[in-house]
Structures are given as structure tokens and as C-alpha cells.
């Protein structure tokens, strides 16, 4: 009687003992896919710039507006300021605004924009991490005008599910900064 329920006992440990060992899931990134940007000349009284169809433009006020993206639930908010003997304190303005999100950006890169044949001048902050804003600019033709903007999303920040987007509007904020052109 006992080597029957030897056997057994064995038999059940060794078809136990013998299951795939178990090994968590590896990380992934969420792959979120959006349409290839179709550009469209938007104008304003004093710039123009080609704007991706997929967003909408909102007018805030006489000198801003926001670029909506439903799709990817940011906006792109864009001011625009002329130069009245300000430019030091605007470019410290815009700065100071992009660097406000050090506190809890991981890293804030700044890349700087020239195109001289259009009279633009700038720079783009690239801001990586838990920020409130993931990516600021300002441009300028160092007289007359200044446009600064930023993009945030409706969502508290989490820099690993909005990463998607972020680079897809990142793309879309340097094609308005490439394309700008005074008036």
C-alpha cells in the first residue's frame, strides 16, 4: 500500500516538476501609428507657415492661436509678439519658459534654428521626461517679430505613453518653424 502511494506521489511531482519555466513579459512600447502629415500654407496677418491637416486652428486671442490635434489630444499653442525695443526680454522670456520644466524633465535639449533666406531665427527645446510641456520654440527675424510655442497634451504628463505623439507633433512644430515666413 505505502509503494502505491510512493508511485503516485512521484508520478504527480515528476508531471508537476515538468511545465515551461515561467519568464515575465518583456517591455515593449505601446506602437501607435498616425497619418503621414499633409501640409497646407495657414496664414496670419503678420506670418504664414504650413499647417498638417490634421490639426484644427483655434484663435485664442488677436496674437495667438492653437493647433489642435484631437487625435493625439495635444495642442500646440503659438503667440505671437511684436519687437518694440524688447527683443532681449522676449528671448529671456521664452527661455525662462522653456526651462521652467527642469523640475521634472529628464532632459531639456536645445537645437537651434537658422534660416537666413526667410529672415528666421530660433530655437528649439526639446524636453524629455514627466514634463508639463514636451517641446518649446521660439523664432524670431530679430526685428519685428517673435513667436513663441509649446506643446502640451490634456493628460497628466507620462512621458512613456505619450512618446508617440510627442515625436509625431515634434516633427509637425519644426516643419511650422521651417516653413514660416514673415509679412
Not at 69 to 90: A, D, E, R, V
Request: aromatic share 14%; glycine share 4%.
Amino acid at each position: 500500500m505505502i509503494s502505491r502511494v510512493l508511485i503516485l506521489f512521484s508520478a504527480i511531482v515528476v508531471l508537476v516538476s515538468c511545465k515551461e519555466e515561467v519568464m515575465p513579459k518583456p517591455k515593449a512600447m505601446l506602437r501607435l501609428q498616425y497619418p503621414e502629415g499633409n501640409y497646407n500654407t495657414f496664414n496670419t496677418q503678420k506670418f504664414e507657415f504650413l499647417k498638417n491637416e490634421i490639426a484644427t486652428v483655434k484663435q485664442e486671442k488677436q496674437s495667438g492661436l492653437i493647433l489642435d490635434y484631437p487625435m493625439m489630444k495635444g495642442s500646440l499653442y503659438l503667440t505671437y509678439k511684436p519687437i518694440n525695443g524688447n527683443l532681449n526680454q522676449l528671448l529671456t522670456d521664452a527661455q525662462r519658459l522653456s526651462y521652467e520644466h527642469v523640475i521634472k524633465a529628464d532632459n531639456i535639449v536645445e537645437q537651434p534654428f537658422l534660416n537666413p533666406e526667410d529672415g528666421v531665427y530660433g530655437m528649439f527645446y526639446e524636453v524629455t521626461g514627466n514634463a508639463a510641456s514636451q517641446s518649446q520654440f521660439y523664432v524670431t527675424d530679430s526685428t519685428n517679430h517673435f513667436l513663441t510655442g509649446s506643446l502640451y497634451f490634456y493628460a497628466k504628463p507620462n512621458y512613456d505613453s505619450i512618446y508617440p505623439a510627442a515625436i509625431y507633433l515634434q516633427k509637425d512644430i519644426r516643419r511650422v518653424m521651417e516653413s514660416l515666413k514673415w509679412k
